[in-house]
């Protein structure tokens, strides 16, 4: 998918709608109608002079809202259609859609062509996809005494890229990682009217647990039987302007069992975060079972009082950049680049690296006689000024990256990944993950990985595409990468290098002369960077959340420009211009 995916899109379903008569008012889990709400005054009827094409047309239009099972949509519908069309499940997203009809007096037939781009889950989680939409059966439409009317159609939804735009935001959900160092993002759409509304969706979105890939890599603080006892309002108990100016809001929960006041801490974390993130602010006056969450904050709290979990926080930051220049590690000291101090300034063959999470380690790979038949390759670990120790061998190492844990995970001659860390002894110890599942479906060589800052997810390039997998501990104490999925399918197979710059979106880059570096987002959506003043080959990448660097045919280069800049570019970072240099940041 070549295009970016706003934060919104629309969801126009063709062919999915059922129950004119005697639909329930609620349904099941939707991708988006958990909150009961009005329906959308703009959102279009049958007229009994409307033309088959008109009413088919308009009855897309009605499906952008799928509140209560796509009431507004089902008024296009015959009673019988309606009462047989099932629009539960996931919905498929498609574009470039093309109808083709046979008419006769009293009956129209449509058939049905379109691209798929993604599916839209029933809680809400999209992911993109490719392809041809399979033939999914034909579209009846009968005369009525009140005019056309759909009275046949396939079961599930399709939802239209451009209606779908226009009605779906994008928000995100936060649990908390395993250690509780931070909070894991969870992208969700959410087809939402009433903005006052928006804060008790998020709210029961959290409370109804992630998404099924991270049911096992995550702790949701909110689960049941906790509970809202109500709507979520503004800070002083009104119901309009929720989260918006100065109003705050108000979270008041029922059946807290969390007693240990860092559980509450990250509680409040959860909640915080999935409202500041989806411009919803505060103060957050977060009460349960009566009472204050932590009487700390009997007025509210706000994201300076859970920063230490703040998913965008960039690791080791203090660390600054550093880069391998010449084989050894240098670090950026103004208009200079001495090597560090210790034994990574010194080792000669470094290929990759990489510092810890806290920016006061380094996992560094040398490689003696790269692209050799007998080439061979080295783990070196240590303190950042310190002594390094071999930790492990192979033919071949990816790029070492690190979990929250200290943890070192590296990928042996393409194949087996492994955990490396320190036993009982102080010596290394080599702990294969378990990946079965990434390798049945995504056979080949995995050329790099990167644990995402929660290490909740991996990122990988394998045979030039990006894989995203669950990173998920098992019942025996070991690792396993689950859930593995496809991400930026107009990437093609050009990917060279990635780099997390959030816990939601990755920086990568590639062979493609014209758009050497891309982002990628975990929904799945890729969209090209700049390539101003970048020369090929466009090789290791290194980001985090206020940076990203790459190395090309001359050197290290440091992007520049604001999100909002109409023409950002690349420029030198003077003392690292040296055909070779690797940036290196923690990650």
């Given at each position: 998918m070549r295009r970016l995916l706003t934060a919104v899109w629309l969801s126009?379903?063709?062919?999915?709608?059922?129950?004119c008569a005697g639909v329930p008012s609620s349904s099941s889990p939707q991708a988006i109608g958990t909150v009961n709400r009005p329906e959308p005054s703009s959102l279009p009827k049958p007229t009994p002079g409307m033309d088959p094409d008109v009413l088919l047309r308009e009855f897309l239009k009605a499906t952008g809202d799928p509140a209560n099972r796509h009431l507004a949509a089902r008024q296009f519908l015959t009673e019988s259609a309606s009462d047989g069309w099932d629009d539960a499940g996931s919905a498929l997203l498609i574009d470039n859609v093309v109808f083709v009809?046979?008419?006769t007096t009293d009956r129209v037939s449509v058939s049905m062509r379109a691209d798929i781009l993604g599916s839209l889950s029933d809680i809400g989680v999209f992911e993109t996809g490719e392809g041809a939409l399979p033939d999914p059966g034909s579209i009846e439409l009968v005369k009525t005494s009140d005019g056309w009317r759909i009275d046949s159609l396939p079961n599930g939804v399709f939802l239209d890229w451009e209606q779908f735009q226009s009605t779906y935001k994008r928000s995100t959900l936060y649990f908390a990682d395993p250690t509780g160092k931070t909070v894991v993002p969870d992208p969700r759409y959410v087809a939402e009217s009433d903005p006052d509304q928006l804060a008790t969706e998020l709210i029961s979105k959290l409370i109804a647990g992630p998404r099924p890939e991270m049911v096992k890599t995550v702790r949701n603080l909110l689960e049941p039987p906790l509970k809202l006892r109500g709507p979520v309002t503004r800070a002083d108990g009104g119901k309009a302007g929720v989260g918006r100016g100065y109003g705050g809001a108000r979270i008041d929960l029922d059946n807290l069992s969390t007693t240990d006041p860092r559980s509450r801490q990250l509680l409040a974390a959860q909640i915080i975060w999935t409202l500041s993130r989806a411009d919803i602010n505060g103060p957050y006056v977060i009460n349960a079972d009566?009472?204050?969450?932590?009487?700390?904050?009997?007025?509210?709290?706000?994201?300076?009082?859970v920063a230490a979990t703040d998913p965008g926080a960039a690791d080791g930051a203090a660390a600054g950049l550093h880069a391998l220049v010449g084989g050894s590690l240098v670090r950026l000291d103004g208009q200079q680049s001495p090597p560090v101090t210790g034994s990574f300034g010194e080792i000669p063959g470094q290929t990759a690296a990489a510092l810890s999470r806290t920016g006061q380690a380094v996992?560094?790979?040398v490689t003696l006689?790269?692209?050799?038949?007998?080439?061979a390759s080295?783990?070196?670990?240590?303190?950042?000024?310190?002594v390094a120790s071999q930790a492990i061998e192979g033919r071949s190492l990816t790029r070492p990256t690190w979990s929250l844990d200290a943890a070192v995970w590296v990928v042996v001659d393409g194949i087996?990944?492994?955990?490396?860390?320190?036993d009982a002894s102080g010596q290394p110890a080599r702990i294969p993950i378990d990946t079965i599942a990434l390798s049945t479906r995504f056979p080949g060589e995995i050329s790099e990985l990167e644990l995402a800052r929660g290490g909740t997810r991996a990122a990988m390039v394998i045979e030039g595409q990006v894989i995203l997998a669950a990173v998920e501990q098992t019942p025996d104490g070991g690792y396993a990468l689950t859930f593995p999925r496809r991400l930026g399918y107009g990437l093609g197979d050009t990917v060279v290098s990635l780099s997390w710059r959030t816990g939601d979106d990755i920086v990568v880059s590639r062979t493609d002369a014209d758009n050497p570096v891309s982002y990628v987002n975990i929904d799945g959506v890729n969209s090209d960077g700049p390539s101003i003043n970048l020369v090929m080959p466009v090789t290791t990448v290194a980001a985090n959340p206020s940076a990203v660097y790459v190395a090309d045919g001359q050197g290290v280069l440091q992007l520049s420009g604001s999100a909002g800049d109409d023409d950002p570019g690349w420029t030198e970072v003077r003392p690292l211009m040296v055909p070779g240099a690797q940036p290196v940041l923690p990650g």
């Open positions: 126009v379903v063709m062919l999915a709608l059922a129950g009809e046979t008419r009566g009472a204050a969450l932590d009487d700390r904050f009997p007025r509210g709290w706000d994201t300076a009082d996992a560094s790979v006689r790269p692209g050799a038949p007998d080439m080295s783990l070196w670990i240590g303190q950042l000024n310190g087996n990944v492994v955990r490396v860390v320190q």
